[in-house]
């Protein structure tokens, strides 16, 4: 399973995008980018911050959340989460 890495438009957490739900929410499917901005996405909400320049995410917590794809902003490139 693949999964499409974010951040939350509104307060700018890491989200990790695993599941297309579609836009009614009964589907369920690997996310392909682009985000889709009427389609629900399933996945993981970190509570972290990057660390200076590196590709190292710290976080505390990690829950689920579902967004629509107009409340999440793409952010391409390779991450390496450290749990704090």
Same mark, same amino acid.
């Given at each position: 399973m693949g999964f499409i890495t974010t951040k939350v438009k509104a307060d700018g957490r890491l989200f990790l995008a695993s599941i297309d739900k579609g836009? #009614? @929410?009964?589907?369920? &499917? #690997? +996310?392909? +980018?682009p985000l #889709? !901005? %009427? %389609?629900i996405y399933w996945g993981h909400l970190m509570e972290g911050s990057a660390v200076h320049q590196? !590709?190292?995410?710290?976080? /505390?917590?990690? @829950?689920? /959340? #579902?967004f629509k794809g107009e409340e999440l902003e793409n952010?391409? @490139?390779?991450? &390496?989460?450290? %749990?704090f």
């Open positions: 836009v #009614d @929410g009964n589907d369920f &499917r #690997d +996310p392909l +980018p #889709d !901005p %009427k %389609k590196s !590709p190292w995410v710290e976080y /505390a917590e990690v @829950g689920s /959340a #579902d952010t391409p @490139g390779e991450f &390496r989460l450290v %749990k």
